[in-house]
């Protein structure tokens, strides 16, 4: 089994900016390139961009990625 790994994009960016990367780390690692929410194809919309919101996405993410 691969060790997990998420990646993350930055303000202006989105998940396909880092499909160069991903194609590069899947052979050592299971990855993950989740678009946070108001990026790319996210559907998920906060009220408020706020560290605490994007860290509660991420916790809630990563909690989703481990069901699996």
């Not at 998420?6 to 303000?11: K, R």
């Amino acid at each position: 089994m691969k060790p997990k790994l998420i990646l993350l994009h930055g303000a202006l960016g989105d998940a396909k900016q880092l499909q160069p990367l991903r194609a590069h780390l899947e052979s050592e690692f299971e990855v993950f390139v989740p678009d946070l929410p108001g990026h790319g194809n996210s559907a998920v919309v906060l009220t408020e961009y706020t560290i605490e919101n994007l860290s509660s996405f991420l916790h809630h993410y990563m909690q989703s990625m481990s069901e699996k």
